[in-house]
T-cell receptor
């Protein structure tokens, strides 16, 4: 079957760095998305990886290893506004998104 | 660009009534629109995939006669919750792909919070 695993919840300190991991098993693979979702709001796009390696975008970076079925989202210089859920979603051979349950990130002062 | 709107933002209705939620792509054409439901503190649950001009594809366990989806144009899809009950209270979110794009980034609407009394 198809499956996405990511931690349920993580806690980090303002100004620090946090890495949110995601492992996936899909029928075929056509890329992986990370979305941010604040409570009561819809998800917003953060990143898309289809090739191995690190994609950096400001304070956020996303890494992919296709051979390992693994990705991570790295958040640097954490700010209180980064408190949110982070959703990992892999695209299968039919270009359908398979969603993880999300990682709730709690930032403490 | 790539803005998706939903209407209404929130709705409160009595049990047994029907509620229609609209999803519009404002500045692009969307060949495919998706309808999700999200209960408090849970992840997104895909309800159905809607393609313009054809019948929606429903996920397992989602009643197609209860959740009616119409995708009449490349910019509009509607979800009607028929005979709503309190257990249908949830956050309903739509998303859309941009027609012709090589990868399927989904652009999300702001969501509709449905409360059934």
């Amino acid at each position: 079957g198809q499956n996405i695993d990511q931690p349920t919840e993580m806690t980090a300190t303002e100004g620090a760095i946090v890495q949110i991991n995601c492992t996936y098993q899909t029928s075929g693979f056509n890329g992986l998305f990370w979305y941010q979702q604040h409570a009561g709001e819809a998800p917003t796009f953060l990143s898309y990886n289809v090739l191995d390696g690190l994609e950096e975008k400001g304070r956020f970076s996303s890494f992919l290893s296709r051979s390992k079925g693994y990705s991570y989202l790295l958040l640097k210089e954490l700010q209180m506004k980064d408190s949110a859920s982070y959703l990992c979603a892999a695209t299968d051979s039919n270009y359908q998104l398979i969603w993880g349950a999300g990682t709730k990130l709690i930032i403490k002062p | 660009g790539a803005v998706v709107s939903q209407h209404p933002s929130w709705v409160i209705c009595k049990s047994g009534t029907s509620v229609k939620i609209e999803c519009r792509s404002l500045d692009f054409q969307a060949t495919t629109m998706f309808w999700y439901r999200q209960f408090p503190k849970q992840s997104l649950m895909l309800m159905a995939t809607s393609n313009e001009g054809s019948k929606a594809t429903y996920e397992q366990g989602v009643e197609k006669d209860k959740f009616l989806i119409n995708h009449a144009s490349l910019t509009l899809s509607t979800l009607t919750v028929t005979s709503a009950h309190p257990e249908d209270s949830s956050f309903y979110i739509c998303s859309a792909n941009i027609a012709g794009r090589s990868y399927n980034e989904q652009f999300f609407g702001p969501g509709t919070r449905l409360t059934v009394l």
